[in-house]
């Protein structure tokens, strides 16, 4: 093991990029739907190990001395989100005749910006550095702030955070409603790194002992929060949940909008599943509806009429606003609305934070003067709705509702039962096909619910649409590629573990301490050299 520690370490140029880059792609397959959180354990130690041995000039400025190592970092991020974010090229080929071109741009782009999150956590990590225990802290600490500033930064994209790979089953996934993805991600690359104390045998007792702790503090959280009785519901909801797997090359074409739409209300109108109620809600996906309500008023006639008493519908459709008025130009919303049994739309929702490029062009009037358009998800660019709230269901509950990708960011759903009972997420994930894309998004639905102790009713117009319970146990789902509904009672109890504030906090404490024990273990070293 030394010798292949010692060879590691002191490789160099194109070598050592590819081992990074290769050590990154392989820690993908601890994502979804891989779930082989195994791989973690051969691709950090891997980093530690090729940080050892980036140095830089020791009479350089500051830069020169981490750029080595901020080199390793980048090289491993652009493996990671390179073999984890390849599938965002398949929402090009839909339309390939016009975005083909963006292929490379979206595919190795993404890929090429987001390392730069793991470029700096390397170069965080290497200034607290140091040749024990110390250095996996250092790790810890990088990482998580890297990954805490990717949830925001350049309005934010914390896809396949380290931490998923640590929570792969619902026994897994509990501990998060206590650190937050914050603490998760650094808790889950200080484990994942502790192998590489192997080699050197320094400290490799100590990390042994916080290996087990810290494992068995995983597991054992796991086994008691799902074993722990339920909360006793105070309501109960009957829900029906639509796929209607429509074909994204029609989902805009005119001549076959009303089929679409005589497909989603003969699902929504079917008898209920044998042991289940009539659904006091039925939940569409997001821009299920396939034309503006404001150019066929009839829609919502027909909705009504479908619609018995005391139901309602959520649906994700396209909102116009304005554009009445000579000269006046219209503002298209991504929304969702509640629709009564009147065929009345209750109230409405508007997407908040919109997916750069796909539903608006960032600096659209330079771009577009470079024949750089939209290029996925909808015929027009859509404006950004001002805040979000709770849409008040049957029986009293309150539903917060995300679209699409909106549900992977976790302070953007925390969610305080006082506020609400349930999470709703409507998407679209067909722009991906049955590549990995849908199940991480998936996955990263499901630990919002853990987070915040609430149900989670997801529906996808082609798959992954489910119905998650508070401690992340799938009730019912529908596969990709699969039309149909499914009707399921959920029971609201309105629990939470604790609040979002205080699990911000404790993310923010474990941090904290990872950094507090590199840098004293840093001073220990250079003291002990001096």
């Given amino acids: 093991m030394e010798r292949l520690t010692g060879r590691i370490i002191l490789l160099w140029g194109w070598r050592r990029a590819l081992v990074a880059f290769l050590a990154g792609a392989f820690a993908v397959l601890g994502q979804a739907p891989y779930d082989f959180f195994a791989a973690c354990f051969i691709s950090f130690p891997l980093l530690v190990w090729l940080l050892d041995g980036a140095t830089g000039e020791a009479s350089g400025s500051l830069f020169r001395r981490l750029r080595p190592a901020f080199a390793v970092g980048w090289w491993f991020g652009f493996g990671y989100f390179l073999a984890g974010l390849w599938w965002i090229g398949s929402a090009l080929l839909v339309e390939a005749d016009s975005f083909a071109w963006a292929l490379p741009f979206a595919v190795v782009g993404i ?12 170069m965080v990590a290497r200034l607290l550095w140091s040749s024990d225990i110390g250095r996996i802290a250092a790790l810890a600490f990088g990482f998580g702030l890297a990954e805490w500033l990717r949830g925001f930064l350049f309005t934010g994209f914390p896809w396949n955070a380290i931490g998923y790979a640590a929570m792969p089953v619902p026994l897994l996934m509990q501990s998060v409603s206590v650190t937050g993805m914050i603490g998760m991600n650094a808790l889950a690359v200080f484990v994942f790194a502790l192998p590489a104390l192997v080699a050197a045998r320094r400290h490799l007792r100590l990390g042994a002992a916080l290996f087990v702790v810290l494992v068995a503090a995983h597991i054992g959280f796991g086994y008691v929060r799902l074993a722990a009785p339920e909360k006793p519901a105070t309501h109960s909801l009957d829900v029906r949940i639509v796929q209607p797997a429509v074909d994204l090359s029609e989902k805009w074409d005119a001549s076959v909008r009303d089929r679409i739409f005589a497909t989603l209300m003969g699902l929504s109108a079917e008898a209920p599943d044998p042991g289940h109620e009539k659904p006091q809600l039925i939940l569409w996906p997001e821009t299920s509806v396939p034309f503006l309500f ?69 600096f659209a009037d330079l771009l577009e003067r470079f024949g750089i358009g939209q290029l996925v998800a909808g015929p027009m660019n859509f404006a950004a709705g001002n805040e979000r709230h709770a849409i008040a269901l049957p029986d009293g509950i309150r539903a917060l509702p995300f679209i699409c990708y909106e ?8 969610v305080d039962a006082t506020s609400a009972q349930l999470i709703v997420n409507v998407t679209n994930d067909a722009w991906f096909g049955d590549t990995p894309g ?31 319970d508070p401690r992340g146990r799938i009730v019912d789902a529908l596969a990709i590629d ?23 906090i404790n993310g923010m404490l474990i941090m904290l301490l990872f950094a507090i024990a590199a840098g004293l273990l840093n001073v220990r070293q250079r003291l002990r050299v001096n």
């Fill in 111 to 122: 890929p090429f910006a987001l390392a730069f999150f793991y470029g700096f956590a390397a």
């Fill in 294 to 362: 404001t150019e066929r008023p009839d829609a919502l006639t027909a909705l009504g009429d479908m619609l018995g008493p005391g139901q309602m519908l959520i649906a994700g459709v396209v909102r116009e606003e304005g554009g009445l008025a000579a000269n006046a130009d219209s503002r298209y919303y991504n929304s969702v609305v509640a629709i009564d049994d009147k065929g009345e739309i209750a109230d409405a929702v508007d997407k908040v934070h919109l997916v750069p490029f796909g539903e608006y062009l960032p």
């Fill in 407 to 414: 549900v992977i960011f976790p302070d953007l759903v925390a």
């Fill in 438 to 468: 849908p199940y991480q998004h998936f996955r990263q639905a499901q630990i919002r619910a853990v987070e915040n102790g609430l149900p989670l009713l997801r529906a996808a117009n082609n798959g992954i649409s489910a119905v998650v």
């Fill in 482 to 504: 699969a039309r149909g509904a499914i009707d399921v009672r959920v029971p609201i109890s309105g629990q939470t573990v604790i609040s979002p504030g205080q699990r911000r």
